[in-house]
């Protein structure tokens, strides 16, 4: 909390008004703040956050497991939010796909002590897939393949990637829809355009390789 800024009455200079105050230094249930107007300190006590315990589901390559997370109860949770979720068998980055409140009640956002339960997927290490079509644009001779990566790994449209024996062309993102709204578009063509591995539903590309087009 120290070093934050929050909203306090400062009794020097307006003792019926917030102004914003510099958290100084905090104990005994009571911060030291100064006030940003006239720099007057003084104390203020500490409220407690409240905290809830609620379900989150997590979708890792194909599977589904149930964990829970520990929030603070007013706090506004949000699609596409992320955070860490440590588990008996690991600790792992996940993102809100959905916010269950009710019987078969969604929402795309809400107060977390609303949320009965947090659906999510992990997005430390993901699964991402790619469809690439051949130079002579036979789309019968079509190939899917997937690619296991970092969350973070970047994507840019108009670059080639190369994975072992594979290499490809990117013409084409087209983004997950939690995420719709960090984009342009949910599905993007714009030379330069980038994406990160965990945004991504699927990548269409061509085939660069100079050899003669042949299954994997």
Not at 23 to 34: I, M
Not at 159 to 175: A, C, M, N, P, Q
Request: one cysteine or more; hydrophobic letters at 30%.
């Amino acid at each position: 909390m120290e070093g934050e800024r929050v909203p306090v009455a400062c009794p020097a200079c307006s003792p019926d008004l917030e102004t914003v105050h510099e958290v100084l230094t905090t104990g005994g249930g009571r911060a030291t703040v100064q006030c940003s107007e006239c720099g007057h300190t003084h104390k203020v006590p500490i409220e407690d956050e409240r905290t809830v315990e609620r379900e989150v589901v997590v979708s890792q390559d194909g599977e589904s497991f149930t964990a829970s997370v520990e929030v603070e109860a007013e706090e506004t949770v949000r699609k596409g939010d992320e955070f860490i979720l440590e588990t008996d068998e690991a600790i792992m980055q996940v993102r809100i796909t959905d916010l269950e409140v009710g019987p078969e009640e969604r929402t795309s956002f809400a107060q977390a002590e609303d949320v009965e339960t947090f659906w999510t997927r992990a997005v430390d290490n993901v699964t991402v897939n790619v469809t690439v079509h051949p130079k002579d644009g036979q789309h019968d001779a079509t190939k899917s393949m997937e690619l296991q990566l970092p969350g973070d790994y970047e994507f840019t449209i108009g670059e080639t990637e190369e994975f072992d024996d594979r290499e490809f062309k990117i013409e084409g993102i087209h983004v997950r829809q939690e995420v719709v709204g960090d984009y342009k578009f949910q599905k993007l063509g714009h030379e330069g355009d980038v994406v990160e591995a965990k945004d991504v539903k699927r990548i269409y590309g061509t085939d660069t390789k100079k050899k003669p087009w042949s299954a994997w």
